[in-house]
């Protein structure tokens, strides 16, 4: 079964700084990462997804996620952060390949952007 | 398209009870899930549907719970009798297409406090 590892509960960062949010997760197949994004009061919203290809993914509002297979990690990065970045962040994993698999959450990581 | 919609946005019942929380997925997706967010165990999936069929209710966390969706544009989630800790955000979301790599679109959630 796949597991999700989010270390950081909460990350307080200053606006225009660079930020990091960690993810690692646990497969014995290939898989598919996501990382959706919670802004309060609201339901999850896909924010970039790895499914094959290009370890690279971007997002239209600048973040971006490297999948490394050897770390098993989907580590989700953002160079300069807004206070409207503001929210929890999820990162989530489904087994690859073989028909629908269940997303599998890890338990959040809240990004807290200040003046 | 509107998104998923769910309703109540809010509930406040008595340990008891019977809740009735209400999804709307969007149109045209043929997956509909349900999902139920606490701080102690995170995001769970509770059921999915296929075309209306319920495919896996492992997730349900008892008797106490059922699902139904008596059409594609609808679906219902029922606590009867309620508890203390049923208190959640319970997510209605849906996808189009079988595979894992799908995206899951959220709605807003319901927010029950049973006291």
């Known amino acids: 079964a796949q597991s999700v590892t989010q270390l950081d509960s909460q990350v307080p960062v200053f606006e225009e700084a660079p930020v990091e949010l960690r993810c690692n997760y646990s497969?014995?197949?290939?898989?598919?990462l996501f990382w959706y994004v919670q802004y309060p009061n609201q339901g999850l919203q896909l924010l970039l997804k790895?499914?094959?290809?290009?370890?690279l993914v971007e997002s239209i509002n600048g973040f971006e996620a490297e999948f490394n297979k050897s770390q098993t990690s989907f580590h989700l990065r953002k160079p300069s952060v807004h206070i409207s970045d503001t929210a929890e962040y999820f990162c989530a994993v489904s087994r690859g390949n073989t028909g629908f698999q269940k997303l599998v959450f890890g338990t959040g990581t809240r990004l807290l952007v200040s003046p | 398209d509107a998104g998923v919609i769910q309703s109540p946005r809010h509930e406040v019942t008595e340990m008891g009870q019977e809740v009735t929380l209400r999804c709307k997925p969007i149109?045209?997706?043929?997956?509909l899930f349900w999902y139920r967010q606490t701080m102690m165990r995170g995001l769970e999936l509770l059921i999915y549907?296929?075309?209306?069929?319920?495919?896996?209710d492992s997730g349900m966390p008892e008797d106490r719970f059922s699902a139904k969706m008596p059409n594609a544009s609808f679906s219902t989630l029922k606590i009867q009798p309620s508890e203390p800790r049923d208190s959640a955000v319970y997510f209605c979301?849906?996808?189009?297409?079988?595979?894992?790599?799908?995206?899951?679109?959220f709605g807003p959630g319901t927010r029950l406090l049973v006291l």
């Open positions: 497969s014995s197949v290939s898989v598919y």
């Open positions: 790895y499914l094959s290809g290009s370890t």
């Open positions: 549907f296929n075309n209306n069929v319920p495919i896996d």
């Open positions: 149109s045209g997706h043929d997956y």
């Open positions: 979301a849906s996808s189009a297409g079988l595979a894992g790599s799908e995206t899951q679109y």
